[in-house]
């Protein structure tokens, strides 16, 4: 995936990921690795953290929810392996 606007650059050792800027309350930007399927999610007070195994159509429709805070919570979280990246 090529860097465009409303990307964020990888900001830390290991976090090589391209994230996009999201509408959110509490999410700033998220982004997947299809090669790994790895979705790593940037909250607002600057955590980061990592999902392995998401597949792809997942991913998609954590894009495509009305609330990416609650997608998150309902079908992501506790549903992957999980590790805070900072």
Request: hydrophobic share 40%.
């Amino acid at each position: 995936m090529a860097w465009t606007a409303g990307m964020d650059l990888p900001d830390c050792e290991g976090c090589g990921v391209l994230r996009q800027v999201v509408t959110s309350q509490i999410i700033h930007s998220v982004g997947y690795d299809a090669d790994t399927s790895t979705l790593e999610v940037q909250f607002r007070n600057d955590w980061l953290y990592r999902y392995d195994d998401v597949p792809v159509e997942v991913y998609r429709a954590l894009l495509g929810a009305e609330s990416h805070g609650k997608f998150l919570k309902r079908h992501i979280v506790d549903q992957f392996v999980t590790a805070r990246v900072r």
